[in-house]
């Protein structure tokens, strides 16, 4: 798993073409493999990590939205994100936030800071928008690398890019998209 640790930590000196690049060499990696009766879910094991109810629960959602979706190792040291994504040939790295409770979101977004410039956010519980809104403009305003965030609710996903984040009316338009 070292080489792996070594490959996963390159993508945090690498940008544009060859962080693509790389992304896609370590999902083609041979120790990734499809869980039982999940073909577009790739792990290369962790099943006793804490985090594997939740990252299995998010994966499953990705799938159902047309992803390939690879959980990525937690090696120790290197600060990684949970997934990389796949569709239609696009590579992205996501880092996943589980939000169970009423007042957490904007410090799990505090806590991807470093990780990933893509985060995931998927709510468990009934969120109110304007307060999220605020908090997902707070985050891009304070990470100037973050470019992109997904959110799962229920059976709902909302994209919500940086250029959009940071428009004086995000906050209004959001909420109206969110409910």
Do not use: W
């Not at 100037?144 to 890019?161: C, D, H, N, S």
């Amino acid at each position: 798993m070292s080489d792996f640790a070594t490959e996963l930590a390159k993508l945090h000196v690498l940008i544009g073409a060859g962080f693509v690049i790389q992304l896609k060499s370590i999902a083609a990696r041979g120790e990734f493999h499809p869980l039982p009766d999940e073909p577009n879910i790739f792990t290369t094991g962790g099943e006793r990590n804490e985090d594997y109810d939740n990252l299995i629960a998010a994966a499953r959602k990705a799938v159902e939205l047309g992803y390939k979706v690879y959980i990525l190792p937690n090696p120790k040291g290197i600060r990684t994100a949970d997934f990389i994504f796949e569709q239609h040939g696009i590579y992205k790295m996501y880092d996943l936030k589980t939000i169970h409770g009423k007042t957490s979101v904007g410090n799990r977004l505090l806590e991807s800071i470093g990780q990933t410039n893509h985060v995931l956010l998927n709510m468990n519980t009934r969120y109110n928008g304007g307060r999220l809104a605020a908090e997902i403009k707070a985050y891009f305003q304070i990470n100037p690398q973050a470019i992109e965030m997904l959110i799962f609710k229920g059976k709902q996903v909302f994209t919500v890019k940086r250029k959009f984040a940071l428009q004086k009316s995000f906050i209004i338009d959001f909420r109206k998209r969110y409910g």
